[in-house]
């Protein structure tokens, strides 16, 4: 097989992708049904092939320069000065596999033009824990977080306190929530995180990414993920847009859900004469804090180390 980017009519007259594609990879190549020659665009929706046609009118051979798999992606460049590089995405929605095709063009209009912060999430390194099933894991690698691996008892991703399970959450696709939505799978899954002290669903993708499915009624997964939200309103779905910023998203949300988690431990270990009444007030634990030596900015939350120490010095 040549290493060649072969373009062809399909000769499936009533078919709704008229073209077929070969890429050279692996020992047959893959074949794929397509709707366009190019994702000039937008993203092109595929649909695998068993086998190249022997008769297929071929309108276009193009030269590759690289094609790899990587993960779920194929990365092709070609031997040519435009609409060289581009990739393909592999998923599953329904049990099935999907294929889209996109250019850096196409994939680029969805990433919004932002710069995500550096700053630790509410003051913390977070340690988060990633299921052992989880496949294409997030790598938090743009995150001041450490990652470690083990089997989760729900979701994709969790934190801690020891043994204590603060937060949990599933990740998904834009096509994985769609399939999984209108088969019921994920009212069972969502049933099971609202056990848990904290939960979210995370989406890679915008909530317009749901309008643009194919093969799926659009209205019926809009309301399923209505429907979703008014049954199961301590678990929020999450749409981030893009990979990147669920990333963020879930580390920010992890370091709040922590935050929270130790302020409410250390209010309850405080003596019965502080929690029965409001509690202290900021300017007061500020004042003591420098005091007691803590570096403290003017506003802003108060560390929990601090409030912590304020409530034992005051039990004292």
């Known amino acids: 097989m040549s290493d060649e980017l072969l373009i062809a009519r399909n000769p499936e007259a009533d078919s709704s992708l008229p073209y077929l594609i070969r890429l050279p990879l692996g020992a047959d190549g893959i074949v794929l049904k397509t709707r366009d020659t190019w994702p000039r665009t937008a993203k092109v929706y595929c649909h695998r092939v068993q086998q190249w046609p022997a008769d297929a ?16 992606a194929i990365d092709l460049v070609l ?12 998923t599953q929605a329904r049990g099935r596999e999907m294929v889209f095709w996109q250019s850096r063009r196409t994939a680029k209009q969805a990433r919004p033009n932002v710069v995500t912060p550096k700053a ?5 390194v977070v340690e988060i824990v990633v299921d052992t099933r989880e496949r294409y894991a997030y790598k938090f690698s743009a995150q001041q977080a450490s990652v470690t691996t ?3 008892p729900v979701g994709d991703y969790a934190v801690f306190d020891d043994e204590t399970l603060i937060a949990t959450a599933e990740r998904k ?7 999984s939505l209108l088969s019921g799978k994920l009212t069972y899954l969502l049933a099971d995180l609202a056990r848990q002290p904290r939960a979210a669903v ?15 009624s659009a209205s019926a997964v809009a309301d399923a993920v ?14 981030c847009e893009t990979r990147p910023l669920a990333q963020e998203w879930l580390y920010r949300w992890f370091g709040a859900c922590l935050d929270e ?24 634990v500020r004042a003591w804090a420098r005091e007691a030596g803590y570096t403290m900015s003017d506003r802003g939350r108060i560390p929990a180390e601090v409030l912590t120490a304020y409530l034992s010095a005051e039990r004292r």
């Open 150 to 152: 083990r089997a989760l």
């Open 261 to 284: 988690h130790r302020l409410t431990t250390a209010a309850d270990a405080a003596p019965t004469a502080l929690t029965d009444h409001d509690p202290p007030a900021p300017a007061v």
């Open 79 to 90: 031997d040519r000065a435009r609409e060289n590089r581009s990739q393909f995405v592999l």
């Open 120 to 124: 630790r999430a509410h003051g913390h």
């Open 173 to 179: 696709s834009i096509e994985d929530l769609s399939s």
């Open 226 to 239: 209505a429907e979703a939200q008014a049954r199961f309103p301590a678990v929020p779905i999450v749409f």
């Open 57 to 72: 009118e071929i309108i276009e051979r193009v030269p590759v320069r690289s094609i790899s798999r990587r993960g779920a």
């Open 202 to 216: 995370v989406v890679d993708s915008g909530y317009s990414a749901l309008f643009k499915l194919e093969h799926v």
